[in-house]
């Protein structure tokens, strides 16, 4: 019986949300960049998938974005779709992030489809 309790255990220790270890589902801020104003987060974590959304201004100009990707452990990555910002910014593009040992900052890198990359750098609020 004791061998069957602990199987158990150990299987519901290994389901992909305990492997994915603390949720990342939470207000964050974007601090990449001085010009990153008023910028507000909200990734949503449920098992490996993330779905994250942004609001932001950009010397002056209101920024939407969201995105749809995976966490596997301390890598984030998701694609991106930018649905209000700057006439001439590529819309689409992909952001890669690394979760510190903490879970209160992702660092990486986006990069849209003109092969454009540059820093990302998220801090938690909430």
Do not use: C
Not at 2 to 8: D, N, S, T, V
Not at 23 to 29: M, P, R, T, V
Not at 49 to 69: L, M, N, P
């Amino acid at each position: 019986m004791k061998a069957a309790f602990g199987l158990i255990l150990l299987l519901l220790l290994l389901t992909p949300a305990a492997l994915a270890g603390d949720s990342i589902s939470g207000l964050w801020e974007e601090v990449s960049t001085p010009e990153h104003k008023s910028s507000v987060v909200i990734f949503s974590q449920e098992g490996e998938t993330i779905h994250v959304a942004s609001y932001w201004e950009f010397r002056g100009q209101k920024v939407v974005w969201h995105g749809k990707g995976t966490r596997k452990g301390n890598l984030v990555k998701y694609s991106y779709s930018t649905t209000r910002g700057p006439s001439k910014w590529e819309p689409y593009g992909v952001h890669d992030l690394t979760l510190s040992k903490d879970g209160k900052t992702m660092t990486g890198t986006w990069k849209n489809q003109k092969k454009q990359s540059g820093p990302l750098k998220f801090i938690r609020k909430k």
